[in-house]
């Protein structure tokens, strides 16, 4: 007989559900092969097993532990409560300090515009002093505006561009009035440590023909301790249409420089 | 009665055609250029002409060139009958004396918005004197003083050889700048101005009132700043420029 067919007759034979034929069958079958009826012992082994396993309760003792395990569970669940309500409270804070810094950084771009609108108005009021200024210079009617032109180089402005350095050079060389050429002077004076300042004043020595503001030139030129210049004071000092007093300047400075 | 009458009437008649030596620009504003012109005195009137007057009565006067004309070298015509030449040229009116030296004393009365230009290099001639100007005057000469007497400015005068003296108004205008190589520079200014004031001298001393509250000029570090030959202060917690400077001689700031 196939095992697997012997198998499933003995399952049957064990829990009584042969018929009379097939039950005396097997009987005859396990009588006689001693494997059969291993088979036998085996599977009714397994069935008993699976039949006292069917009807298991759990200890006592197991209900016990269970419940202290769920109980110990719900304990650990509280504190899990807390652990969810503190990103609430972190979100919260973290909204907060995101308002706080964007805020703050509102406020900083804010306060560089700021600051970038007032050095616009700044460089515009710059511009616009140095536009007056020009207008004043350029103004041929009236001397006294060329010389609060120049009174206004001489206090408001800080650092003189070429174009302010140019109107000035131009004023204290080429104006028809004295005092103005005098207060261009003193403008430039100002801004004697800007290179081409100083080369422009150096340059004027030679040309103007001034008498007061070859003095001032002089002396200016003593101040800034200026050694350039002491072969054009000895080229005054001989030259027949300057004044005494520009050639005595001249001498003074001839002086104090060599 | 009638005699003394008649008689009266003809010496004011007779003296009104001596002081009828004058001419008459129709102008208010614009720029007085005066060259060369060697006794000046401008006054400051309100009218809106320009008046030439001449003082030299009728020492000038000279039979033999009735009916000529006066012509000069360089080129000048005598327009005016004063021995001026007064050319109209729009905004600007030029004035010149067609004598090179000595030449008619004149008086000039000009309206308050007229900017008087004076330029002077000859060694003749007089001081040149303001009075009572109310506009900007501008003054340049190598040997003659300038006299200024309640004018307002705003000034700026040069002069070589010659003293600057004058007394300013209390509404004086700035810009004020006075400058001399050799003269002294004498002015007289109302305590009242609100001035930035400087005052320069090289080998000359500097002279102020002691009415003049002087606030000397400060670095940052509060200290008092000295240059070899400026004093530089505010008056009256300062305001209009004034600079006065005499490069061989004293300037002197006094009260008016």
């Not at chain 1, 069935?47 to 396993?53: C, F, Y």
């Not at chain 1, 131009?170 to 005092?179: I, L, Y």
């Not at chain 2, 004018?151 to 300013?168: C, F, M």
């Not at chain 2, 700043?225 to 490069?247: A, H, R």
Request: charged share 25%; aromatic share 4%; glycine share 6%.
């Amino acid at each position: 007989m196939e095992k697997e067919k012997l198998e499933s007759l003995i399952i049957d034979f064990i829990d009584g559900k042969l018929l009379e034929d097939e039950r005396k069958i097997v009987e005859q079958e396990l009588m006689r092969n001693p494997a059969a009826y291993k088979l036998y012992e085996e599977l009714k082994e397994v069935m008993q097993a699976m039949h006292t396993a069917s009807r298991l309760e759990p200890s006592a003792n197991l209900k016990l532990q269970f419940d202290k395990m769920l109980a110990e569970e719900m304990q650990q669940q509280k504190p899990a409560k807390t652990i969810f309500f503190q990103p609430v409270f972190y979100r919260v804070a973290a909204a907060v300090l995101l308002l706080v810094l964007g805020g703050g950084v509102g406020f900083w771009i804010s306060r560089q515009q700021q600051q970038a609108e007032e050095l616009r108005a700044m460089k515009e009021e710059m511009e616009k002093t140095k536009q007056m200024m020009m207008g004043m210079l350029d103004n041929q009617e009236s001397a006294s505006q060329r010389l609060m032109g120049a009174n206004v180089a001489y206090k408001t402005i800080v650092k003189a561009d070429d174009e302010i350095v140019n109107a000035l050079v131009n004023t204290m060389n080429e104006d028809p009035n004295t005092n103005v050429r005098m207060a261009a002077l003193e403008a430039l004076s100002k801004f004697h440590s800007q290179p081409h300042v100083r080369k422009a004043l150096i340059a004027s020595l030679r040309t103007q023909k001034d008498p007061l503001v070859q003095i001032a030139l002089i002396h200016l030129m003593i101040d800034m301790k200026e050694k350039g210049i002491t072969e054009e004071l000895k080229r005054i000092t001989t030259d027949d249409e300057a004044l005494p007093a520009v050639k005595d300047e001249a001498h003074v400075g001839l002086l104090k420089l060599s | 009665m009638r005699r003394i009458m008649t008689t009266i009437t003809l010496m004011t008649l007779s003296i009104g055609f001596m002081q009828a030596q004058e001419y008459k620009v129709a102008k208010s504003s614009g720029r007085l250029e005066i060259r060369e012109v060697n006794h000046v005195v401008v006054e400051g009137y309100s009218g809106n002409e320009i008046v030439f007057t001449s003082r030299s009565g009728k020492r000038d006067d000279d039979e033999r060139a009735k009916g000529l004309r006066s012509v000069s070298a360089n080129g000048l015509e005598d327009n005016t009958n004063l021995g001026l030449s007064v050319v109209d040229k729009g905004n600007v009116i030029e004035v010149q004396q067609l004598k090179r030296m000595d030449g008619p004393e004149i008086t000039i009365k000009v309206p308050k918005g007229v900017t008087v230009s004076y330029s002077h290099t000859s060694p003749h001639g007089d001081e040149i004197e303001f009075k009572n100007v109310e506009g900007e005057i501008e003054v340049s000469t190598m040997h003659n003083g300038v006299q200024l007497t309640n004018v307002t400015g705003p000034l700026t005068i040069k002069t070589v050889h010659g003293d600057i003296e004058g007394t300013l108004n209390a509404s004086v205008k700035a810009p004020i700048s006075i400058v001399s190589v050799h003269g002294h520079v004498d002015i007289a200014l109302p305590t009242t101005v609100k001035a930035s004031v400087k005052l320069g001298t090289v080998y000359g001393e500097i002279f102020v009132d002691p009415e003049f509250k002087m606030d000397l000029e400060r670095t940052e570090n509060n200290m008092v700043k000295f240059s070899s030959d400026t004093v530089t202060g505010k008056i009256n917690g300062g305001g209009l420029d004034i600079n006065l400077s005499s490069t061989h001689n004293n300037v002197y700031l006094r009260k008016k």
